[in-house]
């Protein structure tokens, strides 16, 4: 028998306040020393287009806005250089992988490369008919191809030294605007298209066209390489996605935690301070809502939530863990840094002022040949290094999850709504949407359990975060079972309910546009000033 998992609620926003996390502590510990206004006038606003990090300590980043590439220091986080080499709007900055050299593409179509120490123009890549918004190095040790895609829908890999596309690579139908190089083979890279596919190029057979083609089913905007080389990440719409490329391109799971586009990805890694989770990797998005989402791949969970005040374009983090910086369409880097602290083996004698002090004898550390090393207590606290093997936990399925174990659809729907826990009924809902078989339960319902499902929709049909999937059906709940509303009071009583709730909601969206459209002129105003 097939191992059976609990329904689960999806991702909504919530207004809950709960006790924060190490985790979320961790990155609420970057703090934005600099928030810098990149565009001299604020009358004219230039967006970030792209963030990238050297991958060389002490790991610069470099920014492309406008017609222009700027490096900035990764130590004091101030602007080393500006390059200003392009003809139109620079996008996709990438350094190589020994951090020397960094490549960006423009709205003209050209591929740049340049010097990133002296600024030298070394190389023109010419061959795409449109804006080139995609320019990738290998991440591993190639140092002498880079890939990038244009709003020609072509996909070329250069030949950096000559200067010849070694590959053109048709497929996508529309814009290509994103990609990532595999972190385990300078062979194989993604690009991303607004054709709402994301293709797999291996260059050793890519005549024969992408060796894998994956449909997220909205325009791509941002696509990476999850550490493993195994998973990809991919964004587009208001939903990322999770992909298994070994496993044949299986969606593992899409998260729609973002009220507007998705525009960036990028990985971030837990310090030390994050509790239990030190060390683990994670997936950063933003996106036009301004909001900046930190997601467990691992347990497919929000862990920290930051919102911003402008639209975010860009994000990237720095390899050390320290420094990171997001990009938004007003011109605006929000750069936050987290502030390290001594090591351990510093001088204490050093960092009072006096001379050297003497070293406290250390401790006797257990080891495995010791005798007490194999009497320690349950509260022994585990040292560095140790294997912790955990009792495998037991899943606890609600009484909703048991009936729908055995296909017992109705009983399902009336034992989640009888539990009134709104998140866990609209859960069992989706649940059985997806199996097909909302409707035929609904229309198996008596009197009895109708009147409880219309009085759970008289009461949360209106919230916003139910609204989409609770509305649909209470239309067909009408639709299907009129005759039994007619003939009961207390069911007609139900509908009245529903229908003043649903005025009265309208009218409250109405007064909220009223309050917008006067107060909206006001901040334009206000803003220009």
Known sequence: MAETFPVKPKLRPTSNKTTPTPESKYWKSFKIPKDIETTPSKSLTYPITSLSFSPIAPHDFATTNSATLT??????????STINAFADTASSASYRCDGKLIAAGDLTGT????????????????GHSAAARLVRYPRASDKFHLFSGGDDSLVKYWDVATEKCLFPLPGHKDYVRCGDASPVSDDVFLSGSYDHRVKVWDVRVCKDGPVMELNHEKPVESVIYLPSGGLVATAGGNFVKIWDVIGGGKLLYSMESHNKTVTSLCMGKVGREGGEEADQYRILSVGL??????????KFKITHTTRFPTPLLSIGFSPDCKTRVIGSSKGNLYIGRRKGKPEESEDLGDRLGFGAVEDEPQRRVLRPSYFRYFHRGQNQKPSEGDYLIKRPTKVKLAEHDKLLKKFRHKEALVASLNRKNPENVVAVMEELVARKKLIKSVSNLDTEELGLLLGFLQKYSTLPRYAKLLTALLNKVVELRAEDIRSSDHLRGHIRNIKRGVEEE???QQSLQEIQGIISPMLRIAAKR
């Open 111 to 126: 591929v740049h490369v340049f010097d990133a120490k002296s600024r030298n123009h070394l190389r023109r890549l010419k």
């Open 506 to 508: 309208i009218r409250i």
């Open 289 to 298: 809502d301004g909001y900046m989402k930190v997601f467990d791949y691992a």
């Open 71 to 80: 490096i900035y220091s990764g130590q004091t986080l101030e602007p080393k």
